[in-house]
């Protein structure tokens, strides 16, 4: 029978395993330690998961569409916690990468023509059962194998996910066809379509039973089919806008319709029946200063017109779709317009809230006329837009009369006949009369008061004169220091 253990051993053995406790509370309290240093440092990790999620979509800008900058990869290395918080939201990675395909070289930030291939995979893994964003660029003429591989990986990889593609655009130059890719698409919301075929047609999109918004640019209209009956938001290149007519006749659901016509386009000769949209609110012309579409179209809920170019026959276009549809047009843009056709034009539309003239070239009497007529003091029984209430100037040619500007948006408060503005975005180039500074600054500066939002886009400074400059923009601003943008001569938009 052994004897039992001398005191001294009992003793060291409670010794080391004291300090085996000891050591794990030691550790744990350092790692409690860091995890408060952390939160002190870097207040965001500790928020709690569901926020971190929050602001993780966020980051996501949809503008820059999948960037390699803006990746959910960049999130998951920051550390291990916000590592398991991206891996496990399906949404992060549901924006799929943008994949461009150049002659002899790949995606910014890849070497190997593989390695795009791997990274959608990896998205697509971890994608959950999120909606899935995908756009595509191959900008290459050449067959060679490598390049056909490459585009084969694309649809071999994406097939297996078409049903849970929302967005899906398409951007491909010549001699590519849509082979691989799968032909049912019954979560597709908005398609893009830049791209030339070989085999001429593009047919797999038509079992897209949601699919409403849809651009098309370069392919003709007429060789892709598509369940038109159903598109809420159409965009497309046209070759001719008297073909354009054919299939608008099969598009009774557009609420929004961009049409911008070739450069060189078949001649508009001869009449043509009548189209309409009854639930068309916004409609973008572009190349059809003239006003050719609109004189075939009937437009009963149109509210949004903005127009490219426009002339004189346009302007009448415009009165006779008015008249002719009964409908109440609200915001109006127009795009270089020739300067002597401005009023005749907003004569037409004396409903308008929103007004935009973007890249007009206007005299000094013209614009100072413009302003005047605006004011309520117009000489006809009819006010010019009595109901207006945002204005933008974008891109106007020469000095604006910034007391013309002022005088107009006092009377306009003042004004019985007319609605105040309560939006102004405009260019300030110059000012002709530097005593009125001080009067139009305390002026601006009332208006704001009373609920002008102001955003002054552009004031080039210069030195040696006493147009506009930094100063007058920050006085007229209430800011406190002049921005480096101010001394480059350049002021960014600024909304008060």
């Not at 995908?134 to 390049?147: A, D, I, K, L």
């Not at 598109?231 to 929004?256: A, M, Y």
């Not at 016509?261 to 916004?282: F, K, M, N």
Request: charged letters at 25%.
């Amino acid at each position: 029978m052994s004897s039992p253990p001398s005191t001294p051993r009992l003793r060291l053995a409670s010794i080391e395993a004291e300090i085996v406790a000891l050591q794990s509370q030691l550790e744990r309290l350092r790692e409690e330690k860091e995890d408060i240093l952390g939160s002190m440092r870097y207040p965001i990790l500790s928020l709690p998961p569901e926020i971190t999620m929050c602001i993780f979509l966020r980051y996501m800008d949809p503008d820059r569409y999948g960037r390699i900058e803006t990746s959910p990869i960049v999130l998951a290395g920051v550390c291990r916690a916000w590592r398991a918080i991206a891996l496990d939201l399906g949404e992060l990675w549901a924006r799929l990468p943008t994949i461009i395909y150049r002659e002899a070289s790949y995606d910014e930030g890849f070497t190997d023509p593989r390695d795009p291939l791997r990274l959608l995979d990896f998205h697509l893994s971890h994608s959950a059962m999120a909606s899935l964003h995908f756009r595509m660029t191959v900008s290459t003429r050449f067959r060679n194998p490598t390049t056909l591989s490459f585009i084969d990986g694309i649809w071999q990889t994406l097939r297996p996910y078409c049903v849970r593609l929302t967005t899906l655009d398409l951007n491909v130059t010549h001699l590519f066809d849509l082979k691989g890719m799968a032909k049912h698409f019954p979560s597709l919301r908005r398609l893009g379509i830049n791209i030339e075929c070989l085999n001429g047609r593009i047919e797999m999109f038509v079992d897209a039973p949601l699919l409403q918004d849809v651009h098309i640019i370069k392919h003709p209209v007429e060789l892709i089919v598509l369940p038109w009956n159903q598109l809420e938001s159409l965009e497309l290149d046209v070759h001719s806008l008297p073909g354009c007519l054919s299939f608008l006749d099969h598009t009774p659901r557009l609420r929004q319709l961009h049409i911008n016509p070739a450069r060189e386009y078949a001649p508009r000769v001869g009449s043509h029946a009548l189209r309409t949209l009854p639930q068309l609110v916004v409609l973008k012309i572009g190349r059809d200063g003239d006003g050719w579409l609109l004189q075939h179209l009937v437009l009963p809920c149109l509210t949004d017109l903005r127009i490219y170019m426009l002339s004189h026959e346009g302007i009448i276009a415009i009165e006779g779709l008015v008249y002719r549809s009964a409908c109440v047009i609200r915001t109006f843009t127009a795009s270089f317009i020739e300067s002597e056709q401005v009023l005749p034009c907003l004569a037409t539309l004396p409903t308008l809230h929103a007004l935009t003239l973007d890249g007009i070239n206007p005299s000094d009497d013209q614009l100072r006329h413009l302003f005047f007529a605006l004011s309520g003091k117009w000489d006809s029984e009819d006010c010019i837009l009595p109901e207006l209430t945002s204005l933008t100037l974008r891109d106007v040619s020469g000095g604006i009369d910034t007391s013309s500007v002022v005088e107009m948006l006092k009377d306009r408060r003042e004004s019985p006949r007319t609605a105040a503005l309560t939006s102004l975005s405009i260019s300030f180039n110059g000012f002709n009369d530097s005593w009125s500074r001080d009067g139009d600054i305390a002026t601006l500066r009332d208006l704001r008061s009373n609920g002008l939002r102001l955003e002054i886009c552009r004031a080039p400074k210069y030195p040696t004169s006493t147009d506009l400059d930094a100063a007058f923009v920050e006085e007229v601003l209430g800011t406190e220091q002049v921005s480096e943008a101010h001394c480059l001569g350049h002021v960014s938009p600024q909304r008060v």
